[in-house]
């Protein structure tokens, strides 16, 4: 495990000094990380590759940030707003929720988790003006959709809408 997180941190690294292939590779290895965990959890199972995974505001954690990462944060920012914003939204993703693609849980999760560490920790501190209000807002409509969509408290997105609330 100790090896994968350093390989994901490696990715990570080199993606800011912008090398084009690592963005992709640690995408892919964080989520399969991700999903590794979030299906433990659904399936009762230990995850295969062990927890101490810390990335979910790696981005904006340094108080000085260069030209390159302050690109990359303020990139974050946008997208997770528009997932919370995209699923309860649009009547397609509303109605096949459940079932979608398995990557879709994962990501609903990681975007909540981010928003409320740029709302709670990183906003004042990196003075982003991100509305706290607005997180709040995103997060309560994510947690009914997701409620009202699981029939079964053995499923993910069950897990996934206890933790949000």
């Known amino acids: 495990m100790h090896s994968y997180i350093l390989a994901i941190s490696k990715s990570f690294c080199e993606a800011l000094e912008g090398d084009r292939k690592h963005p992709l590779r640690a995408r892919l290895r964080y989520m399969l990380c991700v999903c590794d965990h979030h299906f433990s959890i659904a399936y009762r199972r230990p995850p295969v590759i062990a927890e101490s995974l810390q990335l979910n505001s790696l981005a904006v954690r340094d108080v000085s940030l260069s030209a390159e990462r302050k690109e990359f944060t303020d990139m974050a ?3 997770a707003p528009g997932i919370l914003t995209f699923v309860p939204e649009e009547d397609d993703m509303r109605r096949v929720v459940v079932g979608t693609l398995l990557y879709v849980h994962p990501t609903i999760a990681f975007a909540s988790v981010f928003l409320m560490d740029v709302a709670r920790w990183w906003n004042r501190m ?9 997180v709040s807002h995103l997060l309560e409509r994510m947690i009914v959709l997701l409620k009202g969509s699981v029939t079964s408290d053995h499923h993910l997105l069950y897990h996934i809408a206890f933790g949000l609330e």
């Open 126 to 134: 990196m003075g982003l003006n991100f509305e706290s209000n607005f």
């Open 77 to 79: 920012i946008s997208a």
